[in-house]
């Protein structure tokens, strides 16, 4: 089974902070995202990697970076953490190019960071 | 631009009651559409797919069937069980980027005893 770890459960950091999330995936995947999910709007895709050292900006960017510096660790940053910021945090992970469509669009998720800022 | 509207919940039914979740989606071409289930305290994970117009895809009791001409890909089941409550996200695969899902804002179902 595809394993996707994220390294809190529940995080609760102080206005201005700078947060590291950690996510960690056993199954060699190429593709990793990380999203926010807020109660009556979904998910939203904040940051996503596709190799490691490559990232690309999602819908809602604005507030975060991202770091993936080994290709089974990509890393959530709030560099200024904002009481807006106060979320569930999603962490997932797909297969690459070289496979067929049916496989790469099927994304395994870990099962969430609660971040509270207050 | 594409998205996804699944009914708003939470819904709420009886052991063994009949279940849909209305989900419609806007659209360029083909995309292919997904429901992913949320167990309390735990993430997503696929429950079925349908990648093209009149298929049907089926896990665990649950159908949902990808039409075309109404935009629609609604969940059904025909006899629930408490396990079953859970978050229903029904999503799309972005047609200009192979890597992302457009999720839809959730559905919370209920099953009491």
């Known amino acids: 089974d595809v394993k996707v770890t994220q390294s809190s459960r529940y995080l609760v950091k102080r206005t201005g902070e700078k947060v590291f999330l950690e996510c960690v995936q056993d199954?060699?995947?190429?593709?990793m995202f990380w999203y926010r999910q807020d109660p009556g709007l979904g998910l939203r895709l904040i940051y996503f990697s596709y190799d490691v050292k490559m990232k690309e900006k999602g819908d809602i960017p604005e507030g975060y970076s991202v770091s993936r510096e080994k290709k089974e660790r990509f890393s959530l940053i709030l560099e200024s953490a904002s009481t807006n910021q106060t979320s569930m945090y999603l962490c997932?992970?797909?297969?690459?190019?070289?496979?067929?469509?049916?496989?790469?669009?099927?994304?395994?998720f870990g099962a969430g960071t609660r971040l509270s800022v207050l | 631009g594409n998205s996804v509207t699944q009914m708003e919940g939470p819904v709420t039914l009886s052991e063994e009651a009949f279940l849909t979740i209305n989900c419609t989606y806007t659209a360029t071409g083909y995309p292919s559409l997904f429901w992913y289930v949320q167990y309390p305290g735990e993430g997503l994970q696929l429950l079925l797919k349908?990648?093209?117009?009149?298929d049907k895809g089926s896990n665990k009791g649950f159908e949902a069937t990808y039409r075309k001409e109404t935009t629609s890909f609604h969940l059904e089941k025909g006899s629930v069980q408490v396990s079953d409550s859970a978050v229903y996200f029904c999503?799309?695969?972005?047609?200009?980027?192979?890597?992302?899902?457009?999720f839809g804002s959730g559905t919370r179902l209920l099953v009491r005893p």
């Open positions: 997932a992970s797909s297969r690459g190019g070289t496979y067929r469509l049916e496989i790469r669009e099927i994304q395994y």
């Open positions: 999503a799309l695969s972005d047609m200009d980027s192979s890597y992302k899902l457009i």
């Open positions: 349908a990648t093209k117009a009149d």
């Open positions: 199954m060699d995947h190429e593709n």
